[in-house]
């Protein structure tokens, strides 16, 4: 896809490198070689839509003074093929440019040409990425974490896909170890509790109200069958009926928050095909292993890792690090995604050394392994703090909130704050229709838009294709402002992606709303020119393609009325 602004940058790069050329033919500049250098856009727009430290960086190789340089620079450039109209040297050295009218029209004409493909990128192409996101344990529901993790890992897969990667989201259930054990056991005490109240429940088993209800279930089912058999057959049964259920459930939750997975890993499948026996031979063999006090130790401080970790126990059981190695072995070894992308709690923070120590040790490259680590959520609701506790079974749950909240409102305002930054999420402002609430103002900016284009057309105004001397027109400050961001969307995707960092993106369409608002109040759409009034009337169309194009890929409705 036509990337305008990048092309800007890039034929200006050209044309300065061939300026430097001359110069050095010329003898105005040493016949040096020449060092990189950068074209960026300026804090303040009024200096110039670009500028340059060519001459800055230049200044040692050629042995020259920086505003020398500068000027030997202009004195030889060409703007043909470019879009800069004029440029400036400003300060010690720096140069500014200034676009020319040919580019606030090629912006406009290639978003309503490409329409939701604009902002689309080739970056990441050829590549494949494995996105693991949310994989909450199946033996409750999710909580408010989860949410908040759901959103960031489906907008960041949606990010790299827009960037060109070939991106797949995926789950992993955790249906086998500690916390499977756990389950069982707290449906046990539970169900024979039906039979027996003296039974108490372990502290540290699952208090919440759903595993009562699962007991209930079961025993509604199969009344007293499983009161006097073997306790192991009697958390099996109990297990095999509540875990599917809770499992179904996560998924339902999900869709409702309009995540769809590729795929559904189960950690059981590790164990049964053998990848967990094999990845303890594959360790062995890497020679970063030794046995001490009948246990396997894993030397992860050969990597970097604080101390050495247990692989197998004495009694032969693996710790629950091995399943997660082999998982992690599959996705970068077996199904071989380039990269691998997981959103963790900030309590998996020292699981990242021990994890990447693995696929060192493996021959794998740990750079393919990327972790996100993503901090706590307080909900806040009448201005006081929801207390979260899952084993009180009072936890807010991803569907208590949905229930409360627009999916619209919690999958933006999930990305409003990077994934390394704690967050409070206010339900209060995510009910509220007005512009407090960040996705209410941008969903109004899309349907003003709608509603300037119908009563224009009502009154015999429809859109047609402008000129170039009529898109060149376009020249108020507020219309150059909000055209210069509107190419500024592919860059954007493309800087998310790098930085595996949605809130880019939403706070880019946050500023292109206050653009747009800010243009309409400056400029009358209608007007006496009938040539200014198409131009405008294009360029709200501009507006409104890339506020739903954001909106889409983020899977946020664009109302057409409010």
């Not at 949606?158 to 056991?185: C, H, W």
Request: one cysteine or more; aromatic letters at 8%; charged letters at 25%.
């Amino acid at each position: 896809m036509a990337n305008i602004a990048q092309k800007s940058v890039d034929t200006l790069k050209e044309a300065i490198l061939s300026s430097i050329e001359k110069a050095k033919a010329s003898g105005a500049l040493a016949d040096a070689p020449t060092p990189d250098f950068i074209i960026e856009v300026p804090a303040d727009r009024k200096n110039g839509d670009l500028a340059t430290n060519a001459a800055m960086v230049c200044a040692r190789a050629f042995k020259t003074a920086p505003r020398s340089i500068a000027q030997a620079i202009v004195d030889n450039l060409s703007t043909d093929g470019t879009y800069i109209e004029r440029c400036e040297i400003a300060g010690p050295g720096f140069i500014n440019f200034f676009l020319n009218k040919s580019y606030y029209a090629d912006v406009v004409k290639t978003i309503e040409s490409e329409k939701d493909s604009y902002g689309r990128a080739s970056y990441g192409e050829g590549k494949r990425i494995l996105v693991e996101f949310v994989s909450a344990n199946p033996t409750g529901p999710m909580h408010i974490g989860n949410a908040r993790g759901g959103a960031l890992g489906d907008c960041l897969a949606s990010v790299l896909q827009t960037a060109g990667y070939d991106v797949k989201r995926e789950f992993y259930v955790n249906d086998a170890g500690n916390q499977i054990e756990k389950f069982k056991t707290s449906l046990e005490v539970r169900y024979l509790q039906i039979y027996d109240n003296t039974i108490e429940m372990p502290e540290d088993a699952y208090q919440g109200a759903d595993i009562t209800a699962h007991a209930e279930a079961f025993n509604k089912l199969y009344g007293d069958k499983y009161v006097n058999v073997p306790s192991q057959e009697r958390k099996q049964a109990l297990c095999d009926y509540a875990l599917p259920i809770n499992i179904a459930n996560l998924k339902k939750d999900l869709q409702k928050y309009r995540i769809e997975y590729d795929n559904w890993f189960l950690e059981s499948s590790l164990h049964n095909s053998g990848a967990v026996k094999d990845i303890i031979e594959k360790l062995k063999a890497s020679g970063h292993t030794y046995y001490q006090d009948n246990a396997l130790w894993f030397k992860t401080t050969d990597f970097g890792d604080d101390k050495d970790r247990v692989l197998l126990r004495a009694n032969g059981v693996p710790t629950y690090l091995v399943p997660d190695i082999a998982y992690h072995y599959n996705k970068l070894v077996t199904r071989g995604f380039d990269t691998a992308i997981d959103i963790l709690g900030a309590d998996h923070h020292g699981y990242i050394p021990r994890i990447k120590a693995s696929m060192e040790a493996l021959g794998v490259d740990s750079n393919r392994l990327d972790i996100i680590i993503m901090q706590m959520v307080r909900l806040i609701k009448d201005g006081d703090v929801y207390k979260l506790s899952k084993r009180s079974g009072k936890a807010v749950t991803l569907s208590t909130l949905i229930e409360e909240v627009p999916v619209d409102a919690a999958r933006f305002l999930f990305n409003m704050r990077e994934a390394n930054t704690q967050m409070d999420f206010d339900i209060d402002l995510a009910v509220t229709e007005d512009s407090q609430n960040p996705v209410y103002y941008v969903q109004y900016a899309h349907a003003r838009i709608c509603s300037i284009i119908k009563a224009l057309e009502s009154d015999g105004i429809t859109p047609r294709e402008c000129t170039d001397e009529e898109l060149a027109l376009l020249s108020a400050p507020e219309e150059k402002e909000l055209i210069n961001h509107l190419a500024g969307y592919t860059n954007e995707i493309i800087a998310a992606a790098k930085d595996y960092d949605p809130t880019k993106v939403t706070r880019y369409v946050l500023q292109l709303a206050a653009l747009f608002h800010k243009f309409y109040n400056a400029c009358r759409v209608k007007g006496d020119n009938e040539g200014l009034t198409q131009a405008r009337l294009n360029l709200c169309i501009a507006a409104k393609i890339v506020i739903k194009n954001v909106l889409t890929m983020l899977k946020i409705n664009a109302p057409e009325s409010m």
